[in-house]
């Protein structure tokens, strides 16, 4: 995945919020792929990184303090399943800001 920041971002003057995200995302999917072929990449991307996590979760609580790297993996883990998860919901023509604040509202 391409992290570069496309030219619309790098003229912010303020932190990315959630839709500056979600564009950033969408800007850097590279694939030139039909609906179906795409929403099923990206759900196997998304599987695979929430299987990452799982994975750096079960280390941690086999290892403890000796698994040293734990929390770059989780951090890197989580970016890459926002990435994702911003794309597939960009398929489905949804805007993470216009879904955020509903989810945390209804509770």
């Known amino acids: 995945m391409n992290k570069q920041l496309p030219a619309f971002l790098k003229v912010l003057k303020r932190p990315l919020d959630l839709d500056d995200y979600q564009k950033w ?3 850097t999917f590279s694939p030139q792929l039909e609906a179906d072929a795409k929403l ?3 759900s196997l991307g998304l599987f695979g990184e929430v299987g990452s996590l799982l994975s750096a979760l079960k280390k941690k609580l086999r290892d403890g303090p000796a698994y ?3 929390q770059r993996t989780v951090e890197e883990e989580f970016g890459d399943s926002m990435w994702y ?3 597939i919901a960009a398929h489905h ?3 993470l800001s ?3 604040p509903r989810s945390v509202d209804e509770g």
């Open 25 to 27: 995302a969408i800007a």
């Open 93 to 95: 023509d949804i805007v």
């Open 68 to 70: 040293v790297g734990y």
């Open 40 to 42: 099923n990449f990206l």
């Open 85 to 87: 998860l911003a794309n």
């Open 98 to 100: 216009e879904i955020s």
